[in-house]
């Protein structure tokens, strides 16, 4: 898989070149710290006067590089695929086998702290249900009103505990809400989904 890099994001990565692999090497450090920790306006500063550039220039470039490795790491690329991934900036060989041995170093370390800063979504658990009937009010003696309340009990929330959630739902709401659920079921059951789903792994 070929990573698909912005015209923005070539135009952040085209200073390498104007520098020395071992400047490479800092601003790959520099970003695998800024992806721990956060950014810190210092660093650029301090790196942009020793380099004679603007801060901006410094801070672009350090970013194309965290999305790089990030995006990388992300989708574990191999190595022939990252080299070819870098074709396309014209960085050229010396600079792509730094960027390569960048990124083999501090691959897992990029993975790992991806993990800790994915979030993970609700998952669904268990689930309880009672139908209540409204027979008759004060004003009205004789009525049928079906409502349904569920207890929806889910994981994923901080700490890996347990959720309850109460939901209830009159007859024409659950009706409609099984529709919905009918139809996303055969869309997600037909041929164009299960292409678009393929070409995504």
């Not at 603007?54 to 022939?80: C, R, W």
């Not at 979504?121 to 139908?131: E, G, N, S, V």
């Not at 529709?179 to 164009?192: I, N, Q, V």
């Amino acid at each position: 898989m070929l990573l698909s890099l912005s015209e923005e994001h070539r135009q952040h990565l085209a200073f390498l070149p104007q520098v020395d692999g071992s400047v490479v090497a800092e601003f790959g450090r520099i970003a695998l710290e800024f992806l721990r920790r956060g950014t810190s306006p210092k660093i650029y500063e301090g790196a942009a006067r020793k380099l004679g550039v603007p801060v901006e220039t410094v801070q672009h470039g350090v970013e194309g590089l965290m999305f790089l490795m990030t995006e990388s790491a992300k989708h574990t690329i191999s190595e022939v695929d990252f080299l070819d991934s870098l074709l396309v900036l014209g960085l050229g060989d010396d600079l792509n086998q730094t960027l390569l041995q960048l990124y083999l170093q501090h691959r897992a370390d990029v993975c790992s702290v991806l993990q800790q800063l994915s979030c993970s979504p609700p998952a669904y658990c268990d689930l309880h249900w009672r139908l209540d009937v409204q027979l008759a009010s004060r004003s009205v003696r004789q009525q049928l009103i079906p409502r349904l309340t569920l207890c929806l009990r889910r994981t994923g929330g901080a700490g890996g505990a347990e959720e309850d959630v109460v939901l209830q739902a009159d007859a024409a709401t659950l009706l409609h809400l099984v529709c919905r659920l009918e139809d996303a079921l055969h869309a997600a059951r037909s041929g164009r989904t299960r292409r678009f789903a393929r070409s995504i792994k």
